[in-house]
């Protein structure tokens, strides 16, 4: 199995500019989240979908950030427009939910930095 | 609410040594999960180790295991025989078993010397 890929893996962009993030869970798994990680904030859940419906936006900072999922091996978070204090690592996660076989893997990342 | 707590913030171990990461936990919920996740220099998030909180028996995973004191709400992380490469931040994490969602610890960084 390829794991869950995330692309790009940095991205440098200017204030004010639309940044799209995008994921590609595990073949069969029914579960996606997203995921902020900074020094100041440690790991912060973003939003997270389970077959492919949004169920908890909760931890979207603001209504910059979107999310979407338009099917099973595919989402994307956007930021638009983007601010320097989003300057972080966003990870995408999945899971077979509901399985028997829990526990979230997580994609390599993206850094991104909003100059 | 779920809460999950690490009350060390780093440690230090010899290579070849033992070292143990504390973790307590809070939940309202009946049928959950636990979880180890570790973060090398590299950033990549990667599942060390899970126990199933209707499980008794404590999860082993080669020189990885835990001690899960279900009363206590404690979860512990015993690494045996530490190596240079299991230098990492190490997150423990509640799991709901109906949504899959993953409540985290602060972390714990965990430095092994030569």
């Known amino acids: 199995d390829a794991g869950v890929i995330q692309s790009p893996r940095h991205e440098v962009t200017e204030m004010g500019q639309e940044v799209t993030l995008r994921c590609k869970p595990i073949s069969g798994h029914n579960s996606l989240f997203w995921y902020r990680q900074t020094m100041m904030r440690g790991l912060e859940l973003l939003i997270y979908?389970?077959?492919?419906?949004?169920?908890?936006d909760s931890g979207m900072p603001e209504d910059r950030f979107s999310a979407k999922m338009p099917n099973a091996s595919f989402s994307t978070l956007k930021i638009q427009p983007s601010e320097p204090r989003d300057s972080a690592v966003y990870f995408c996660a999945s899971s077979a939910t509901g399985t028997g076989s829990p526990g979230q893997y997580f994609g390599p990342g993206t850094r991104l930095t909003v100059t | 609410a779920q809460t999950v707590t690490q009350s060390q913030p780093e440690m230090s171990v010899q290579e070849a040594e033992t070292v143990t990461l504390s973790c307590t936990y809070d939940?309202?919920?009946?049928?959950?999960?636990l979880f180890w996740y570790k973060q090398p220099p590299s950033r990549q998030m990667i599942l060390v180790i899970r126990?199933?909180?209707?499980?008794?028996q404590n999860a082993t995973e080669n020189r990885f295991s835990v001690n899960f004191q279900k009363a206590a709400k404690s979860f512990s992380l015993k690494i045996s025989d530490s190596q240079l490469g299991d230098t990492a931040m190490y997150f423990c994490?509640?799991?709901?078993?109906?949504?899959?969602?993953?409540?985290f610890g602060q972390g714990t960084t965990l430095q092994v010397k030569p």
């Open positions: 994490a509640h799991g709901s078993s109906n949504t899959g969602k993953l409540i």
């Open positions: 126990q199933e909180a209707y499980k008794q």
């Open positions: 939940t309202s919920e009946n049928n959950y999960y």
């Open positions: 979908f389970n077959n492919n419906v949004p169920i908890d």
